[in-house]
């Protein structure tokens, strides 16, 4: 385990009520797309079964000096932490299999020293759709998504109805808005790309706060569902620089009888 609790950083996406202005104009397909995209993300989350799924995430912090014309890296450190993640009604829970490859029982996603994140299962897309967030949404280009077609939008949302970041150590808090691009299957209105750069205040401990989501479809019970299959996450503080890497994999049905297994190359 490499981080001390003076890095620890929480992100997650609040639910707050915002006024902003109107998107810039879209052109009736466009505009189309985007409102079934955003139907469609609204009940996402119901529509998924209760599954698990292994979470990996590779986790470096690399100390740094800025020097006149370059930053001279000091330091750099890693590990891995593998979790078991069971989705369950609608909601995330996770248990913490090994770190480094040794058992780590008792330990919480919460308790983890360093950066972490969540809101990958529904919460970030719901939360950009959400009519409540008056998120402005422009078109940005079409492109290719692991062989689909794509539309990626550029979108922003107000401080009112941000994103909360919480320095753990402190328990200080802060509200920031955000923007980024989404990236939407025009026929299946799945979203295939999420990236999203938080307006962190300098006078904050952490800033340069940046996360991607990217989905795949996963098979899931002989059905295809599109869900998250990687993840990174990338913040600095005065000095250090805290890149995670995450991987969601073994993704199928979660039952009862489900139970946990410590070898990652095969989890039931």
């Given at each position: 385990m490499i981080y001390g609790k003076t890095a620890a950083v929480l992100l997650f996406f609040a639910s707050l009520t915002a006024f902003a202005g109107p998107s810039p104009k879209l052109s009736a397909e466009q505009t189309s797309v985007l409102e079934?995209?955003?139907?469609?993300?609204?009940?996402?989350?119901?529509?998924?079964?209760?599954?698990?799924?292994?979470q990996t995430t590779r986790r470096e912090v690399t100390a740094h000096m800025s020097g006149s014309f370059a930053s001279v890296v000091l330091d750099s450190l890693s590990d891995i932490v593998e979790e078991q993640l069971s989705y369950v009604g609608g909601k995330e829970k996770y248990v913490?299999?090994?770190?480094?490859?040794?058992?780590?029982?008792?330990?919480?996603?919460?308790?983890l020293d360093g950066a972490i994140s969540w809101g990958e299962?529904?919460?970030?897309?719901?939360?950009?759709?959400?009519?409540?967030?008056h998120t402005v949404?422009?078109?940005?280009?079409?492109?290719?998504?692991?062989?689909?077609?794509?539309?990626?939008?550029?979108?922003?949302?107000?401080?009112?109805?941000?994103?909360?970041?919480?320095?753990?150590?402190?328990?200080r808090s802060i509200v920031v808005s955000y923007s980024g691009k989404v990236v939407i299957?025009?026929?299946?209105?799945?979203?295939?790309?999420?990236?999203?750069?938080?307006?962190?205040?300098?006078?904050?401990?952490m800033h340069n706060v940046m996360r991607e989501v990217l989905y795949a479809d996963q098979d899931i019970g002989g059905r295809k569902y599109c869900l998250?299959?990687?993840?990174?996450?990338r913040m600095e503080d005065r000095g250090r620089t805290y890149d995670n890497k995450i991987d969601f994999k073994d993704y199928h049905h979660f039952t009862s009888e489900s139970t946990i297994h410590f070898d990652s190359d095969n989890p039931k």
């Amino acid at each position: 385990m490499i981080y001390g609790k003076t890095a620890a950083v929480l992100l997650f996406f609040a639910s707050l009520t915002a006024f902003a202005g109107p998107s810039p104009k879209l052109s009736a397909e466009q505009t189309s797309v985007l409102e079934d995209a955003r139907a469609y993300a609204l009940q996402y989350t119901q529509r998924l079964p209760d599954f698990i799924c292994t979470q990996t995430t590779r986790r470096e912090v690399t100390a740094h000096m800025s020097g006149s014309f370059a930053s001279v890296v000091l330091d750099s450190l890693s590990d891995i932490v593998e979790e078991q993640l069971s989705y369950v009604g609608g909601k995330e829970k996770y248990v913490v299999l090994t770190i480094d490859g040794r058992k780590a029982p008792g330990i919480t996603h919460a308790q983890l020293d360093g950066a972490i994140s969540w809101g990958e299962f529904g919460s970030l897309t719901s939360q950009i759709f959400d009519p409540a967030s008056h998120t402005v949404f422009s078109w940005d280009r079409e492109e290719r998504v692991d062989g689909r077609s794509a539309w990626a939008f550029k979108y922003r949302v107000p401080k009112e109805s941000g994103t909360t970041v919480i320095d753990q150590p402190t328990n200080r808090s802060i509200v920031v808005s955000y923007s980024g691009k989404v990236v939407i299957d025009p026929e299946t209105k799945d979203v295939l790309e999420i990236s999203s750069t938080l307006d962190v205040p300098g006078t904050f401990s952490m800033h340069n706060v940046m996360r991607e989501v990217l989905y795949a479809d996963q098979d899931i019970g002989g059905r295809k569902y599109c869900l998250p299959a990687h993840s990174e996450m990338r913040m600095e503080d005065r000095g250090r620089t805290y890149d995670n890497k995450i991987d969601f994999k073994d993704y199928h049905h979660f039952t009862s009888e489900s139970t946990i297994h410590f070898d990652s190359d095969n989890p039931k």
